[in-house]
């Protein structure tokens, strides 16, 4: 919570003149409504499913690559690698995929 949802004094330096006097300042915005998150163009694009894939390959190549395994090639690789790079690339392109302008 900050004071500007108390309703009372804010203190903006950027009204006061070198001198310490209150200079006129334009009203701006800083009362307006924000945009509800509904009037943003957010819609299921190509970045959704890029997200879709990484959690398909995640959840189901990685898993049946581990299965899939040949026994004689090392499982420490499979046990720890095969499902860390996946995971640390769904979260990246999780993280990429929703933060947009």
Same mark, same amino acid.
């Given at each position: 919570?900050?004071?500007?949802?108390?309703? +009372?004094?804010?203190?903006?330096?950027?009204? &006061?003149?070198?001198?310490?006097? *209150?200079?006129?300042?334009?009203?701006?915005?800083?009362?307006?409504?924000?945009?509800?998150?509904?009037?943003?163009?957010?819609? &299921?694009?190509?970045?959704?499913?890029?997200?879709?894939?990484?959690?398909?390959?995640?959840?189901?190549?990685?898993?049946?690559?581990?299965? &899939?395994?040949?026994?004689?090639? +090392?499982? *420490?690789?499979? $046990? $720890?690698?095969?499902? $860390?790079?996946?995971?640390?690339? $769904?979260?990246?392109?999780?993280?990429? +995929?929703?933060?947009?302008?």
């Amino acid at each position: 919570m900050n004071s500007s949802d108390e309703g +009372g004094y804010v203190h903006d330096p950027a009204a &006061f003149d070198e001198d310490g006097e *209150r200079a006129d300042v334009a009203d701006d915005d800083s009362t307006a409504e924000p945009p509800h998150p509904e009037a943003a163009d957010r819609e &299921f694009d190509w970045r959704g499913w890029t997200v879709v894939g990484m959690i398909v390959l995640t959840f189901i190549v990685a898993p049946a690559a581990i299965t &899939f395994w040949p026994p004689d090639v +090392g499982y *420490r690789f499979a $046990l $720890l690698s095969l499902p $860390l790079f996946p995971a640390v690339l $769904l979260a990246l392109t999780a993280v990429w +995929g929703t933060t947009r302008p």
